[in-house]
């Protein structure tokens, strides 16, 4: 529950936008202004402070109110032979509703960030993995390996939180953790010990990260390599961690999907995988994949229970049908085959739609811009702002409950869909 | 609205009424006595039909992270079941792991109406009770997993005294909304991530010291004398384990008289006797559970085919990593407070040892002599789909049925089961308590599972056949809070249920020490972690019901 101490000071407040789930925010409210006092961070802080710069639904730019703006969307929605319900950046409410319209109207459904989680999730449906959530990190870890990832820029405070916490349940020392990147090495200086010691870097190009991880699989299980460096890594280099790896009583091995943009990440993500599960034939040790940004852990898990599939599902046919190729929104606006999107983006304003000239619905954060203006666009509230709700952060095991804070006469994602639904 | 159900042969166990015609009166969800001269607003005419209350699923898992995994990781096992949207009900899939909409359906289809998550994580209580929220029309409700739990063995480690254990259970059973308390692998999933890949009954854990054994003791008598209804939910040491029926008897004879649910016992019951030392420990453990009256047991009967294993034991689920089936698995460590693993399984009638799990869990049916203490589960989905009950229900109430499918079985676990030469048979009335009374009693609900006046009027009523499977898995008409819900075993109506919950008194100081605790190590703020009532109302179709505690006299 966020506390209230004052009509406009919260304390403990949580976060739906750093996927870590912080939730020691504290913050003042002052009318619809909202001021982070405490505990920011590079991205919770302007997440929290964005402005609210308009509250009226626009028809091809032009004011409308808010029912004249979800008829028109029911209109789209009500010809379209085969729409898109696509962006799905929201809470746990905005995806129920939005999967039970996409359900009714024959749609398809992807998320913004499916591309990067897909890399993850096709190795959790070919092979399984072993992984572990961050409270086992934080009082557990003494070996930290990042692969192809800057932690740094992407979870700012996450070496303050669960690497270098001062006390931690099993651990004496935690200034003794060793932390190695593997890829990219960090562009701040998070990653270094309370007492001076700079993570190790074995560096290389993100693209030569499949060869670097399989070589390190291998030497992990003790199978010979010929070659004496793989993408600039020095193979004895590997060997070192191998056995780092090997001697760890609880060694996790992170990445964030995201940062895999080359060819066979899926099949790096799961060499990684296979390798922490060889290595707990002997010694324990776990991955840690993050994300959680926007909204994507909340998105897949609301559609994994409702629908057995963590996204792109088509209902077209009557029933969840999942494709993770056929049914990505840029496939099909490709290949011409929808002719409508309805686009939901909570969060972040910068998370617009992608280009297209089918009909286009956008649900968006308050302040958000188009280089094309939408068909419709009915600015909807942020949960943990406007409304309450529920978000997943990264490690998909603990949901955060998300609390209003002010009332800036923006509707959730999820009164909205309900009144298209309802509309048509 | 008042309802008459007309003429029915009722079988309602709970007081006593064995196939008795008898008419029975509903007014707005609630069974009533027959009233003098009020309008009757509906009649069903059941003359010729067999009435019971809703049958009630006390171990079923249908709804946290470890279930959304298994969802997840099957799309293959999904494309065998789409279910299409109809003008009433949403589109999902079905087999081992159901979507949610799915499984309200289908449940309610077989005439169940309430459902009970058994393995609700304290950290991951949110989530289950947010799928739980998403299944229709039948009644929920979850126990909540310690024993792992570094609070806990922390707690036992430092000597605390029973009442500071009382407290933090009870506060634990608040805070994640919870009717029960279970324990699984009692500070196994702890020691496996100390790298430990057993823990006996008697063996001191890693890092804290406790024994299992000590575990089950402190936690048995917590929710005793917390007054908790439903007794200690346990998933004990060793699951799968040729040998372990030693380790349940252990465990039966170590709780010394409090009361204790055994759960998924047929997993827990195996000798090493025999050409691969595998063998049936059913007689022994059904002989116990008649001999201890303090002891309840369900089954976790296994069918043969495609299912998933989703289990918080990973010691054990990693231990069996090798069996999956199809080759994929997921082991997980979870906020110093659990873990997970889930692990998809085929069971063959060719294969030995599952010929014989599934001797087991029949035997142990067929030899616990008091359908009070015996439930009928296949612990959904690890033994089997909840969709296969009509399939159990016949093996149990038809001898020659049964001993067909003994013949079709591997040769070898045949020639090792004592199943074909049982001549029990289940009768209606057994059935009844089993799947209604019993579980009812068992779970803490007095005003389900019953006709009686005052109870909810949650109602199935079936026509008597020959086949009892085809009796079972398609109703003529099922009453949930005294709305026809099912028809013809179709769903007509899309209902919401209630979550049950029970919330024993403690000592609010206990958490003055778990603040403190939570800042320093957990990853969340105490405050956020507790679940409020309007996180499971305020989408305005939800309900709670707490049911109360009795607790006088037993501390």
Redesign the interface.
Known sequence: ???ISDADLCI?V?SPFCG??T??LKIKVDGKRITLLENGCAVNTPAFEQPVSDTSPRISGQPVDLQAAVDKSAEILGRSQLPLVSGLSTD??GM?AAL?LA??IGAITDNMNFTAAMRN?LV?????????????V???VDLLVIIGTDIDALFPRFFE??VWNE????CQDTSKRQVVYVGKGPSGSASTSPNGNAARVLACQLPDLPEVIAVLRALVNGNPIKVSSVGGIQVTELQTLADQLKQA??GVVTWAASEFKFSQAELTVQNMCEMVKDL?KE??C?GLPLGGKNGDQTS???S???????SRVN?SD?????DPYLNSTEQRLADGSADALLWVSSFNIDNTPPPTDISTIVLGRSGMTFDKEPDVFIPIGTPGIDH?G?A?RND??????LRKLRDAGLPSASDVLSAIHQAL | MLIKLTGGTVYDPEHGIDGMVRDIFVRDGIIVDSPADSKIDAEYDLRGKVVMAGAIDMHTHI?G?K???A?????ED?RAD????TELL????GRA?????TTGYRYAEMGYTAGFEPAV?P??A??AH??MG?IPIIDKGGYVMLGSD?FLLRMMAANHDQQAINDYVAWTMKSAQAIGVKVVNPGGISA????QRSLDLDEQGP?YGAKPRDILKCLATAIYELGVAHPLHVHGCNLGVPGNVETTLNTIQGIEGLPMHLTHIQFHSYGTEGDFKFSSGAARIAEAVNANKNITVDVGQIMFGQTVTASGDNMRQ?ANHAH?NP???????????AGCG?VPFKYKNKNFVNALQWAIGLETFLLADDPWRVFLTTDHPNGAPFTSYPHLIKLLMDRSFRNDKLSALNTDAAAMTTLGSIDREYSLYEIAIMTRAGAARLVGLSDRGHLGVGGAADITVYTEQEDKERMFEKPDYVFKDGELVVKNGEVVKVTWGTTHVSRPEFDSGIEKSLEEYFD??????L??F???DD?LT??GRGRIMVHPCNAEGRA
């Not at chain 2, 969802?71 to 799309?75: E, H, I, N, V």
């Open positions: 529950m966020t506390e403990n949580p870590v789930g939730d020691d746990v409410n129920r039970e359900d009714n999730l959790l449906q070919d092979s399984g993995w072993m992984n572990t959530t961050l409270a086992e934080k009082n557990r939180n669960y006390d931690a349940l099993f009583s609880y707990n010694t324990r776990s897949f898990q609301v994994g229970w409702q629908t057995g599939y963590p209902f009557g029933f969840p049908a999942y309450s529920h997943y998909n095991v603990v949901a955060v409950r | 709804g992270g279930v959304n995994i969802r997840t990781m099957l799309p999904h789409p279910v299409y949207r949403r589109s999902g899939v792991a159901p979507s949610t909409l994580l950290i991951n949110r989530q947010m799928e998403d570094d496996f991530k100390f790298n890092h990693h999956a080759k994929k698995w997921v082991c997980m460590d979870i906020e110093c407070d889930v320093r190590y957990m990853t969340m703020k405050a956020n507790k679940i409020l996180e305020e989408d």
